[in-house]
């Protein structure tokens, strides 16, 4: 139900960050949310460029590869709900400068492993950072864009992940057998910078602000925007004469199971669990199954495991065209099945066709599945009242770090019991499952007022 606006309250807080038009301000406060992504991308990918190397540095078994893969994930499952929980309590900004802090610092520790043991717990400490920047940077960007340009604005904040995926790529084709393995980590330290600016760089989410009783805080917030957007020469249309009531309460864990949340949030977790599975288990096992499986040299398995993350860049693009266009129902539907049907090809005649074959239907799989790996940050903020949006988005993104340990632990395993055509046959059952899922039980989002999806 609609209410008259009141000046000084969270609903005229939201509704004129809601009548901004789409400016420089948000560009740059992507570019610095993009920034941390890439970090975040760069950091995450540079296991699956290593491996070939570390699998026979230090006599890697197939199960054991399996496990230091999902290390990291351990880590960013319990990163994803504890930082989640914090941006409710410190902010968003908060939040995601001790995310980047940590990232840098594990990733300088991670260079210098001696051995198995060591670098296993260096990425799973660096996994709690990784895993808390992504939703909570997602989280911010959903509250300071308007409903008109959010798909757009979002989603091209998580082809920052995309283009740290591809660099991650090319960067190691070159440096992990010219430099060492170990430069990898060293260049993921780096980011360590933004995170002692950040606070002069981002100012808080003003919706976070009113949300907190802090309304005249939020209000200098969009002041300052305001100032910086009619500077520019932009006009403010009038404010809206009435705006959706929200409820106004502390948010628990027990919140997501209220009302009409609960079947969002069940169906947000099963939904991110299949994505995970077919999306990082792709891009992180690859590389290595085009070394030890498919027998090609280290080098060009290294370009192969580029074409993969090339793929899964345009799958991103491709997503922020459509979810504005066709919606965010379509537009993972689309990339679950039209997943589903490249691995379920590759099930049928991975073994008895040449390895660039293999190479260019995981690549349709990857770039379908990035339709969920980059849609899903945009759609699951969406859905949930600012009180509880940022924890909603960390549990629903831990259900995506379990099925990164998942999904990797499985391929391991099957591996060594069968054969490759069944780790693409559970991947395709695990594409289907998903579409299943939004299929059925997806709200629509597009063009809608946050407050009017979640009170």
Not at 77 to 89: N, P, S, V
Not at 158 to 171: D, E, H, W
Not at 216 to 231: P, S
């Amino acid at each position: 139900m609609d209410q008259m606006i009141k000046q000084n309250t969270e609903e005229s807080i939201s509704a004129r960050v809601e009548r901004l038009p789409l400016s420089r301000w948000h560009t740059r406060m992507m570019a610095i949310a993009g920034l941390a992504h890439f970090s975040d991308a760069f950091d995450s990918l540079a296991i699956a460029f290593v491996l070939p190397i570390l699998v026979g540095l230090w006599k890697i078994a197939p199960a054991e590869i399996g496990f230091l893969i999902s290390a990291g994930y351990v880590g960013q499952m319990i990163g994803a709900i504890g930082f989640g929980w914090l941006a409710e309590r410190i902010g968003r900004r908060g939040a995601l400068r001790a995310t980047v802090l940590v990232i840098s610092v594990m990733s300088l520790a991670c260079a210098f492993s001696w051995n198995y043991l060591s670098f296993f717990v260096f990425r799973t400490i660096q996994g709690l950072g990784l895993g808390g920047e992504v939703p909570v940077a997602a989280t911010y960007m959903n509250e300071v864009s308007a409903a008109r340009f959010r798909g757009r604005i979002v989603i091209f904040l998580q082809s920052a992940f995309g283009i740290g995926i591809v660099i991650t790529s090319l960067v190691s084709i070159w440096i992990v057998p010219n430099l060492g393995w170990q430069w990898m980590f060293i260049i993921g330290a780096l980011p360590a910078i933004l995170a002692v600016w950040l606070r002069w760089l981002m100012p808080e989410s003003p919706r976070w602000l009113a949300s907190q009783g802090r309304v005249d805080e939020a209000n200098r917030v969009v002041e300052k925007i305001e100032g910086e957007v009619t500077k520019a020469g932009a006009v403010l249309p009038p404010l809206a004469s009435s705006f959706p009531a929200l409820i106004k309460e502390k948010a628990t864990f027990a919140s997501l199971f209220k009302g009409q949340y609960a079947a969002r949030t069940v169906s947000v977790w099963l939904v991110m669990l299949c994505t995970s599975i077919v999306g990082y288990g792709l891009l992180t096992w690859m590389p290595t199954i085009y070394r030890t499986v498919l027998k090609v040299p280290v080098a060009q398995a290294l370009q192969y495991g580029l074409a993969g993350s090339v793929a899964s860049l345009l799958g991103v693009f491709a997503t922020a065209f459509l979810v504005d266009i066709i919606g965010r129902r379509a537009a993972f539907m689309i990339g679950f099945f039209g997943s589903a049907i490249a691995l379920g090809v590759l099930w049928k005649i991975a073994l008895t066709v040449a390895p660039i074959y293999v190479v260019i239907l995981a690549g349709t799989g990857l770039f379908f599945i990035s339709f969920l790996l980059s849609g899903l940050y945009l759609y699951v903020p969406e859905i949930y009242p600012t009180r509880m949006r940022a924890m909603a988005m960390g549990v629903g993104s831990a259900w995506l770090r379990i099925g990164a340990i998942v999904g990797p632990t499985l391929v391991g395993w099957i591996l060594g019991a069968s054969d490759l055509t069944s780790v693409f046959l559970m991947f395709a059952v695990a594409a289907v499952v998903g579409g299943l899922a939004i299929l059925f039980f997806a709200v629509e989002t597009r063009g809608r007022v946050l407050e009017e999806v979640a009170p």
